[in-house]
């Protein structure tokens, strides 16, 4: 759905025996020896693969010698199982950048220290959204990092030649796909690639689905609810209806596809504007942002990824942990620098108030400015919406999604279809791993 946007998926753990709804028992550690106070000097070790975060490190430090940190830049396609590697073998960081599904999958398996308790300080600075990213089924594993609320760019130049207006709802993006293909065949509306169904995961989101809940002592397991169907089928109708083209985000040639003018429309988010600035040299000032389409106009709401700060089974010091994620985050200080397209850090801030950091990160020359591409940007993180949870083994069944999705872009596979089989795969998954999970009524 997003140009080049990357969803690591680590590999699911071999056994699992936790009961999960995540409680102090499902994080790896005690959460009353998490809630100590920490006294002296410590070092904490702190994985990270983001660039500008090691400047900001070296802030702390300089700032607080009684918690110094050690940075690792840990970049490279295998660091979940190094991390993993690291845990089973007792000499992990303290802690570790993740995903939020990787983080939900991590404190499934126990590998992780339950900071509830510690963390609680830092719960009121960050949006709700961001706060369910570090803690699955209630108990906090970590302190949300960066956030990529999602809206739309578009190519305002040919809506006005192709007669259509930015969408204000997924059904006008359908309705504009068609009244395009009628003038000319060749120019799609939207990318779907084939390798990455993170356009479902969007919609899901943003039509209300709940694919994972917690309910009581249990998971329940949504895939085929109305919600998630209605979403499902906006994706249908772009693939039986032509209206979205196929270009690979691994081919770096995939931009071409939106600076020639053959895909007029994406969803998009903050840390990809510097990437279009850069690739996008044909079509410079031609494009502009809107709102992400919506499902229900009463209730506007998008979708986001989020990176977190996780705190990892093991580590001896977690409410210094907390404290140095909370500050890197959240400081005003930190924001600054690592929100400074000089960072190259591509980080947004997963606060409450985002405003203090919207117009640097905003490509003047990218965008004609006749959107108020500020506003844009300051709606969607306020739209996130909060019903959405990642699962114990969300991040092994994003991979078996992926190994479906092609077929469904293919028009081999229906996506109701695709639904109704991560809905069994999951649940019997679950149970192989002693997780107690239904289906949703």
């Known amino acids: 759905m997003t140009i080049i946007r990357s969803r690591t998926v680590a590999a699911a753990a071999a056994a699992v025996s ?57 970049a490279g396609d295998t660091v979940y199982q190094k991390l993993r590697a690291a845990v089973t073998a007792g000499n992990a960081p303290c802690l570790s950048k993740m995903d939020g599904m990787n983080l939900a999958n991590f404190a499934a398996d126990g590998l992780l220290t339950d900071i509830t308790k510690v963390s609680a300080p830092y719960k009121s600075r960050y949006t709700t959204p961001a706060w369910n990213a570090v803690s699955p089924g209630g108990a906090t594993y970590g302190i949300p990092t960066g956030s990529s609320p999602l809206f739309t760019a578009y190519r305002a130049d040919l809506f006005k030649k192709y007669g259509i207006q930015a969408p204000k709802t997924w059904d006008d993006v359908i309705a504009a796909g ?57 994706v249908q109708q772009l693939v039986d209806d032509n209206l979205a083209s196929d270009a690979s985000y691994s081919d770096p040639g995939v931009f071409k596809t939106w600076d020639l003018g053959k895909t007029i429309m994406m969803t998009t988010s903050t840390w990809q504007l510097p990437i279009y600035d850069t690739n996008f040299p044909k079509s410079k000032g031609e494009w502009q942002l809107a709102d992400a389409p919506l499902f229900d106009t009463a209730k506007p709401q998008t979708s986001s990824n989020f990176d977190v700060t996780a705190v990892l089974k093991g580590c001896k010091y977690p409410d210094r942990a907390a404290q140095f994620a909370a500050w890197l985050s959240s400081s005003k200080e930190s924001l600054t620098a690592l929100t400074d397209p000089a960072s190259k850090s591509g980080l947004f801030p997963a606060v409450k108030d985002v405003s203090p950091y919207v117009d640097k990160i905003i490509p003047t020359e990218m965008f004609n400015g006749k ?37 469904v872009i293919k028009k081999q596979l229906t996506v109701k279809d695709m639904l109704t089989r991560l809905q069994d795969w999951t649940l019997a998954d679950l149970k192989k791993k002693g997780v107690k999970a239904v289906a949703a009524g």
């Open 18 to 74: 936790l009961s999960l709804v995540l409680t102090a028992c499902g994080g790896g550690s005690d959460s009353n020896s998490a809630a100590k106070t920490t006294k002296g000097k410590v070092q904490l070790e702190f994985w990270s693969w983001t660039d500008g975060i090691q400047q900001e490190v070296a802030v702390w430090n300089k700032e607080h010698p009684e918690t110094q940190v050690k940075f690792v830049n840990a």
């Open 178 to 234: 068609k009244a395009v293909q009628k003038k000319d065949k060749s120019v799609k509306i939207f990318n779907m690639a084939g390798e990455d169904p993170s356009t479902l995961v969007d919609l899901s989101w943003q039509a209300g689905a709940q694919w994972y809940k917690v309910d009581g002592d249990h998971w329940v397991i949504g895939f085929t609810t109305p919600e998630a169907l209605k979403a499902g089928d906006i």
């Open 371 to 407: 959107s108020d591409s500020a506003n844009v940007i300051t709606t969607a993180a306020s739209r996130v919406g909060e019903q959405w949870q990642y699962g114990p083994d969300y991040a092994a069944m994003y991979s078996e999604m992926q190994k479906q999705w092609g077929s």
